[in-house]
């Protein structure tokens, strides 16, 4: 016979007197100490499958486990990521930010181009016509701005609007007209904020010139004084050899006046008294 007992060595226990045998801790549970009664329930964030064990595992990179006493962690969903081992709790994905497969690390950046508002998602949408994104991973699409149009879905960069053309926030086209049909007053300014109509642009005023990305139908101001500036006109035009424009924002030029020259295109002078000029 023996004179004393032996104590349960670690993954073991028995919590029961006059045993000859002891008890291997089952799965989800471990035991680090010798002689001891019970077995210790894994803790949230880790698991273990098999019995008799020291110590249990960490969940994996991706899975969360928010149980005690598990034998296996559970994969972050769509939407979610987890980038710790050990956790008990995946985390959305941040707008601007997707996640379209289970038991990952981290989230995708939503491309230039497109866009996603809301958190927890699968896919990121396209920028709609009259919008753009210019950098990965935004939450909103920027308005076209005024001097730029957008044509196309996904656009990363605005356009120049065509020069002879003015373009107003949001513009889809180039060489928009619809503000053509609005009043005049409605339309000169200093920015587009300051128009009534609710269009996207227009043609260039007569009398001003409006080079590529005008935002306003004044473009960048009168035509000068020697030239001139029909509607829709991108640089000023010079008048030609004999005529004259002697004032900012000509539409037209003036022919050289009777008794008058012109060596120049901004203004007449008087002939000298003998000569005379038809």
Same mark, same amino acid.
């Given at each position: 016979g023996t004179t004393v007992c032996r104590h349960c060595e670690v993954g073991q226990y028995q919590n029961a007197s006059g045993q000859t !045998?002891?008890?291997?801790? =089952?799965?989800?549970?471990?035991?680090?100490?010798? &002689?001891?009664?019970?077995?210790? @329930?894994? =803790?949230? &964030?880790?698991?273990?499958?098999?019995?008799?064990?020291?110590?249990c595992a960490q969940c994996a990179l991706g899975q969360v486990q928010d149980n005690n006493g598990t034998t296996g962690c559970k994969e972050c969903h769509v939407g979610q990521f987890q980038n710790a081992s050990g956790t008990t709790q995946c985390v959305l994905c941040a707008p601007g930010r997707f996640q379209d497969v289970t038991n990952q690390t981290d989230c995708v950046l939503c491309t230039a181009g497109q866009f996603q508002p809301d958190s927890n998602t699968t896919a990121c949408v396209d920028?709609? =016509?009259?919008?753009? !994104?210019?950098?990965?991973?935004?939450?909103?699409? @920027?308005?076209?701005p005024e001097g730029h149009y957008c044509p196309t879905q996904a656009l990363v960069h605005p356009l120049p609007c065509d020069a002879g053309f003015y373009c107003r926030r949001g513009s889809t086209t180039p060489a928009p007209t619809d503000c053509d049909a609005a009043n005049t007053t409605q339309r000169p300014g200093n920015s587009t904020t300051t128009f009534v109509a609710n269009c996207s642009g227009g043609t260039c005023i007569a009398g001003y010139h409006c080079p590529e990305a005008s935002a306003v139908p004044t473009g960048a101001g009168p035509c000068p004084v020697g030239s001139y500036c029909p509607r829709g006109t991108p640089e000023p035009l010079t008048c030609a050899d004999g005529d004259i424009a002697p004032v900012e924002g000509a539409t037209e030029c003036l022919p050289c006046p009777a008794g008058h020259y012109c060596n120049t295109t901004t203004r007449a002078a008087p002939c000298p008294e003998t000569t005379c000029v038809p």
């Open positions: !045998a002891c008890v291997s801790c =089952p799965v989800g549970q471990f035991q680090a100490a010798n &002689g001891t009664t019970e077995c210790t @329930l894994c =803790p949230t &964030g880790q698991f273990r499958n098999h019995t008799g064990t020291t110590r920028c709609e =016509p009259g919008f753009y !994104a210019a950098e990965p991973a935004a939450s909103v699409c @920027l308005e076209c």
